[in-house]
């Protein structure tokens, strides 16, 4: 059955961001510190994935004990 004029319910927040990415700006980097069990290029799936919907680049190093990404555009 259609139903007419039937409000479209707000958007519900899934929780807190586990990455940062949009709330930086373009010089903006952040140090995630490796899980035990975790792939480490996960995050960095993560940083690509963001940048690919939102239109912005980030770059990822990796350091002794985690990765830094920063936001480059």
């Known amino acids: 059955m259609i ?4 409000p479209v319910p707000a958007l519900v927040s899934l929780g ?12 903006d980097s952040f140090f995630w510190k490796y899980e035990k069990g975790k792939a480490k290029k996960s995050i960095r799936n993560a940083a690509y994935m963001h940048g690919k919907r939102y239109g912005k680049t980030f770059v990822s190093r990796s350091e002794p004990s985690g990765v830094r990404i920063w936001r480059i555009e």
């Open 3 to 6: 139903e007419k004029n039937v």
């Open 16 to 27: 807190p961001k586990k990455y940062p990415f949009s709330d930086m700006d373009v010089g």
